[in-house]
């Protein structure tokens, strides 16, 4: 089995594609809010807190809005319980406050370093922000389902047999890729052993497995109502009549391991950098 034509089926699928596109995209946002969420209150401030009174020393416009208003940081100094003079920073939205006007200080008990005002946040934005990872879950389920869907299509062209299929059953689907239905084919054929068994595959290029009379199918030996369809392969991969692959594009392989690579490589050492 040649590598590029292993690589398209694995990873060449519009699922694998899409998801890691829509993956890599939303962890870009990730990776700008997650510095920029007030996570705090889930673990620093969730004991015992500390009260104590301080001064506003700055109060300045942050480059942060929220709901349209603007995000202030708010700069200021307080005693600890030692009487040791502390500096801090805290978040409002759409709130200023003057130098010199005093503040409700709070902090973990024994940690007067992390400090922040009453009602404030110790960083830009609340920790709403974060639905911004719904965005690379999302796409990293369905670059799985991809890869999954690939590494069934892979395992065809190694363990598969070859048959030929009538389409018996087309049934429109819930869903829809670039405005077009996708449909549930159907397929019927008989294996080896003369047992006649249908196979199904889902697609919203119907074309592609309706412009001949049968259709090229594998089907797995062991359990032939487990199939691939030759013609809805990723990657353009073709095969002969006995089985070997006669057409493959090492060109459109490369293309394919772009957005994995960035999905993974990338983020991987975006995330190596921020957390060591």
């Known amino acids: 089995m040649p ?13 694998t594609q899409f998801g890691g596109f829509f993956f890599a995209f939303g962890m870009i946002f990730c990776w700008v809010f997650i510095g920029l969420a007030d996570l705090s209150s889930l673990y620093v401030f969730s004991g ?14 942050s480059n942060a809005r929220e709901n349209n208003q603007q995000v202030y940081s708010v700069r200021y100094e307080f005693m600890d319980e030692r009487r040791t003079r502390q500096t801090g920073e805290s978040f409002f ?23 922040r005002v009453k009602g404030g946040r110790t960083a830009p934005f609340d920790a709403w922000v974060l639905f911004v990872v719904i965005f690379p879950l999302v796409g990293a389920v ?17 363990v598969g047999k070859l048959a030929r299929g009538r389409l ?6 819930n869903t829809k890729i670039n405005k077009q239905t996708v449909y549930k084919l159907t397929f019927e054929f008989t ?6 068994v249908r196979v199904s595959d889902c697609t919203h290029e119907t074309w592609r497995l309706e412009d001949e009379h049968e ?6 030996p062991a359990k032939p109502s487990s199939g691939a369809l030759v013609d809805a392969l990723p990657g353009g991969v073709k095969l002969s009549e006995q089985g070997e692959v006669i057409e493959c594009s090492a060109a459109h392989a490369a293309t394919r391991l772009v957005i994995p690579l960035v999905a993974v490589v990338g983020h991987g050492l975006v995330a190596l950098f921020m957390f060591t």
């Open 142 to 158: 369905m670059a799985f389902f991809g890869v999954k869907r690939g590494w069934h299509d892979l395992r065809m062209l190694h």
């Open 215 to 220: 259709e090229q199918l594998l089907y797995d």
């Open 93 to 115: 939205t759409g709130r200023q406050f003057e130098v010199g006007e005093r503040l409700a200080i709070e902090y973990p008990r024994g940690k007067p370093a992390v400090s």
């Open 168 to 173: 018996v059953g087309k049934e429109a689907t």
């Open 191 to 196: 294996t080896e052993s003369g047992e006649v």
């Open 48 to 61: 015992e807190v500390v009260q104590a009174e301080g001064v506003v020393t700055s109060c300045e416009a």
């Open 3 to 15: 590598a590029a034509a292993s690589l398209s089926v694995l990873f060449g699928g519009f699922l």
